[in-house]
């Protein structure tokens, strides 16, 4: 008979997915241990067992949980009416602002994605594609005849742009919600003039 879940499985989960984080991040995910997680989560070895078979379920859980809440909160935000010039800069922002209280989450994804599984790092590109999919499309609207057949040079332009974004954290950690927005606004006026430049 297989063993209930408890009604505090969820929280207890989410606490371990957070507290995990900080010691991949910190600690380095090949030199990290579950004896470590489990000692900072303030549970038995035997404890984090029950949640996660492995270190490597654990760290694909991690990243899964936050890529397609990440995915799921940028693809959804509302833009009608809003012209390209617009909807660049609601992405840019609210991408910043999902990433605030994320940073272990998100340093830990450039080592840890290659040493997944291949069928995970596929679920984990995905919703990765998802997002540089529709920064594209807005970044083409704004300028279609700079960007017209030429697919490499759109691609080098929306990674720069993620580039500002995703390195935010290392400057820029306990930015409040106004100074994200004030730097969101910056990328967003650099990017409009850079592609007009082009």
Same mark, same amino acid.
């Given at each position: 008979m297989s063993r209930p879940i408890a009604k505090d499985h969820d929280e207890k989960r989410t606490h371990i #997915?957070?507290?995990a984080a900080r010691v991949f991040a910190?600690?380095?995910?090949a030199r990290a241990s579950m004896s470590q997680v489990a000692k900072d989560c303030g549970i038995s070895k035997a404890n984090i067992y029950h949640y996660y078979s492995s270190k490597d379920a654990l760290l694909f859980d991690i990243l899964d949980t936050y890529l397609s $809440? #990440?995915?799921d909160r940028i693809i959804g935000i509302e833009m009608s009416g809003l012209d390209p010039e617009a909807q660049l800069e609601r992405i840019v922002i609210e991408t910043l602002r $999902?990433?605030?209280g994320m940073d272990h989450e998100h340093k830990i994804q450039t080592e840890g994605i290659p040493l997944l599984p291949q069928d995970q790092q596929a679920i984990l590109k995905t919703y990765q594609r998802d997002l540089v999919k529709q920064l594209s499309d807005v970044v083409q609207a704004i300028a279609p005849d700079v960007f017209k057949d030429n697919t490499r040079k759109l691609r080098a332009t929306v990674m720069s742009i993620f580039g500002m #974004?995703?390195?935010?954290y290392m400057w820029n950690s306990p930015a409040d919600q106004k100074a994200r927005d004030d730097y969101g606004q910056l990328v967003t006026k650099l990017t409009l003039t850079?592609?007009?430049g082009l």
């Open positions: #997915l957070k507290i910190d600690q380095g995910f $809440a #990440l995915r $999902a990433y605030e #974004l995703n390195w935010f850079g592609v007009r």
